[in-house]
């Protein structure tokens, strides 16, 4: 996890040299975040599937379930509350949206504005069938596979694997995620979304935007699951505006 503290939100997500690495105890887990900023507004980032705040918003595990993204979400909610932010944004990427959507809808108090983007409240059968497409860590590019074997060596192509089929199990057990969830959102929301993206169907746009009151939606045309990279500049100038409405 990662929380910058805006004036404005800083121009370049999490430019190394000015983050500071800390842990903390939540609930008897032992949870790392990073930090980066000076302002007096709290925007928390939340990573997606093995991913960190450094891998996944630079320029866990063995399996998940509804009870990890839940527990996820109350680990951020209790992170926050151990470091004194009674209201703070969120920022979720992939898995971390969907931690992000569950925490906006069982902490609405806590959480002021929410930005999603490369999520689903559900999974589907074109899910799958991306998820088949980029099973294979050997066919990802260098620029993708390169943080995740810095973090976890040699056992990330066992953790991905181990990743794939607990997300089809879920699909096997009816697919839903958080979807009765999405009525419980009051916190302003912007949903962003690449067409191109092979990991997400585009029929998630339009399933949370239908379902979240006080939402609206962004697409890169162009985009894919990690749009925010190729389109760093633009991507920090809609959230920061949005967040500062």
């Known amino acids: 996890m990662a929380l910058v503290l805006r004036k404005t939100l800083i121009s370049q997500m999490f430019p190394v040299r000015f983050i500071s690495s800390h842990y903390t105890k939540v609930g008897g887990s032992r949870i790392h975040y990073v930090r980066s900023g000076t302002g007096t507004e709290p925007v928390l980032l939340l990573p997606g599937a093995l991913g960190s705040a450094l891998s996944d918003f630079s320029p866990q595990f063995e399996g998940i379930s509804k009870d990890f993204f839940s527990n996820d979400a109350n680990s951020a909610q209790g992170l926050m509350s151990e470091l004194g932010y009674r209201q703070f944004s969120a920022v979720g990427w992939s898995d971390g949206g969907i931690t992000g959507l569950i925490l906006a809808a069982r902490f609405p108090k806590s959480v002021k504005r929410l930005v999603v983007f490369g999520c689903n409240a559900y999974i589907s059968e074109e899910d799958i069938n991306m998820i088949n497409q980029v099973a294979d860590v050997s066919k990802w590019s260098e620029r993708m596979?390169?943080?995740?074997?810095?973090?976890?060596?040699?056992?990330?192509?066992?953790?991905?694997?181990?990743?794939?089929?607990?997300?089809?199990?879920?699909?096997?057990?009816?697919?839903?995620?958080?979807?009765?969830?999405?009525?419980?959102?009051?916190?302003?929301?912007?949903?962003?979304?690449?067409?191109?993206?092979?990991?997400?169907?585009?029929?998630?746009?339009?399933?949370?935007?239908?379902?979240?009151?006080?939402?609206?939606?962004?697409?890169?045309?162009?985009?894919k699951h990690n749009l925010h990279f190729k389109y760093q500049k633009e991507f920090n100038s809609i959230v920061e505006s949005f967040l500062t409405e």
């Open 145 to 223: 596979s390169e943080p995740m074997y810095a973090m976890y060596g040699e056992s990330f192509p066992t953790l991905w694997s181990a990743w794939c089929n607990e997300y089809k199990n879920i699909y096997n057990k009816g697919g839903d995620i958080c979807s009765s969830d999405l009525k419980n959102i009051s916190a302003p929301t912007l949903v962003i979304h690449g067409n191109k993206d092979v990991m997400v169907a585009e029929e998630h746009l339009e399933h949370l935007t239908s379902n979240i009151q006080n939402s609206r939606s962004f697409v890169f045309e162009n985009g």
